[in-house]
């Protein structure tokens, strides 16, 4: 994998191959997308900011363990694999892969691998049809194999309505290919080392050259930013349809944003409008959005989320959420839980079949079974400097508006008055109410009416 370029025309501090599309970065995809390949080993060449891309792979989990080779200059493809050499060892296949994400699907590799064995091919690439082959070289075939690749600069009129382009997923015979590139020059606008310039040598030689076509949704590689936002779309097109085939309904698959590897049950609809990002994972039945974002979020079967935003929360089977919630880290649901409109919680969980209908904010609080929390209840759990717990027992039923005042428990079947400002702990079926006595004050109205008519 070839991960040491600067990314230069992204403009930005971060390497490119970690940049993320749909969720995860490039390399991660090139990564997923090269299991298909059944790699004994990966080399990934890094460069500038090898240490972040270290950090990053290691997260991930890949095996086999990656190997990584630092290329101290940037002095092209071909000087990247080169540099690659010692690592890659002597076995007999090498594929190499741009770390900027040519998008092949797994298929286009099976197929690449396949016939670059049955034609007893030198090197074999997977090519692609661009909507745009702008600045790209041509590909030149004659029937599977490849005759040349003609920069837009070189190509005759003709060849440039060529619309098929070479991507940089290339398998060689690991021989072939570090014999033929330190013969490798530089002669050419960016003075690199091409690594493209290998199958010009392998040809000569008489070699074979295969040109094996694959599906990229019409874009190759992500250069910039507008090349990051087309691999976007079409990445989520391909995940929106995957889903869609598991038997997940998309009402609008043009605006349902969904990340790689976000795993939904059949039977759920997802709304317009709707983000379903990172490690989200979500049942079976459910209905969620319309506009509504779920981030690390995991949701049980047949629950429904409406115009709502959850973040690393669980929500429990059949629990119903929104509109207009907000689920933060800690947030856990059992089954059968209602959270109604502008309710915030945080770092609680709520009992079976609880409500939290209305205008509420629960944090570090832990709340029993078919409790009822009033309209407007907060729990009052930061007092300046540390945050304390409220405990709820099952059944309680907090009347509207009180304040709970943590660290503070309110026993089994509690119930507390309207209003209240409840400090102290309320005993199992006991009923708490801490507010004025109320003044009625007779004929208050007529009253002040006649006086403001004499003025
Ligand atoms: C490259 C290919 C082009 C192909 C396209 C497909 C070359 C010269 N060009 O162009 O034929 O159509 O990919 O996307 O191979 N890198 C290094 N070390 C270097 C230079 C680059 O590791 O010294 C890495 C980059 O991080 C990147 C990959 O190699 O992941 C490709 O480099 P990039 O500059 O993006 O090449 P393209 O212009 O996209
Ligand atoms: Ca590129």
């Given at each position: 994998?070839?991960a040491a370029?600067?990314g ?15 969720g ?6 090139v990564l ?5 390949a ?6 990934i ?5 090898a ?27 071909g ?43 030198a090197?074999?690439?997977v ?8 600045g ?14 003609h ?16 991507t ?12 033929a590139?330190?013969?490798?020059g ?11 310039d290998?199958y010009?040598?392998l040809l ?6 295969s ?60 709304l ?27 949701v049980?079967?047949?629950?429904q989320v409406?115009?709502?935003?959850a ?7 059949g ?9 933060r ?7 059968g ?5 502008y ?6 969980s ?10 509420s ?9 078919r ?9 009052v759990?930061y ?11 099952d ?11 943590a ?5 089994k ?12 702990d ?10 004025g ?19």
């Amino acid at each position: 994998m070839l991960a040491a370029g600067k990314g230069k025309r992204l403009r930005s501090s971060t390497p490119k191959v970690l940049h993320p599309v749909c969720g995860r970065p490039l390399l991660w995809h090139v990564l997923q997308t090269v299991r298909a390949a059944r790699p004994t080993k990966i080399v990934i060449v890094v460069g500038p900011g090898a240490d972040d891309v270290r950090e990053a792979v290691a997260s991930w989990g890949i095996t086999p363990a990656p190997i990584f080779v630092e290329q101290t200059e940037q002095l092209g493809t071909g000087h990247a694999v080169l540099a690659a050499e010692r690592a890659v060892g002597r076995v007999t296949e090498v594929l190499v892969a741009n770390g900027d994400f040519d998008p092949v699907r797994p298929e286009d590799l099976r197929a690449l691998l396949r016939t670059h064995r049955r034609t007893k091919s030198a090197a074999s690439v997977v090519t692609a049809e661009m909507d745009e082959p702008g600045g790209y070289g041509r590909v030149i075939r004659e029937g599977d194999r490849l005759v040349a690749i003609h920069e837009p600069a070189d190509a005759s009129g003709a060849e440039l309505g060529i619309r098929e382009g070479a991507t940089n997923w290339i398998v060689f015979r690991r021989a072939d290919l570090y014999r033929a590139l330190p013969l490798v020059g530089r002669e050419n606008r960016q003075r690199e080392h091409y690594l493209k310039d290998v199958y010009e040598i392998l040809l000569d030689r008489g070699e074979r050259v295969s040109a094996v076509r694959g599906e990229t949704g019409g874009t190759i590689g992500a250069n910039s930013r507008a090349g990051l936002a087309t691999l976007e779309e079409v990445l989520r097109s391909r995940i929106n349809a995957a889903h869609m085939d598991a038997g997940v309904t998309l009402l609008d698959p043009a605006t349902t944003y969904i990340d790689a590897g976000v795993k939904i049950g059949p039977d759920t609809v997802v709304l317009p409008l709707t983000f379903l990002e990172g490690d989200t994972v979500i049942g079976r039945g459910c209905r969620i959005g319309p506009s509504t974002r779920l981030l690390d979020t995991r949701v049980a079967d047949a629950a429904q989320v409406t115009f709502s935003v959850a973040e690393g929360a669980r929500i429990g089977r059949g629990a119903d959420v929104g509109p207009f919630a907000r689920l933060r880290p800690g947030t856990v649901l059992a089954a059968g839980v209602h959270v109604g409109s502008y309710v915030e919680i945080k770092a609680s969980s709520i009992g079976r079949d609880t409500k939290v209908p209305h205008l509420s904010y629960v944090g570090d609080a832990t709340v029993g079974r078919r409790a009822n929390i009033g309209a407007a209840t907060v729990t009052v759990n930061y007092d300046g400097y540390d945050k304390h717990p409220t405990v709820i027992g099952d059944d309680a039923r907090i009347g509207s508006d009180t304040m709970l005042v943590a660290p503070v428990k309110v026993g089994k079947g509690g119930v507390t008055g309207a209003g209240s400002v409840i400090t102290k702990d309320v005993p199992a079926g006991a009923l708490a109410v801490e507010r004025g006595e109320q003044r009625t004050v007779k004929g208050y109205r007529r009253r002040r009416d006649s006086e403001h008519r004499g003025s």
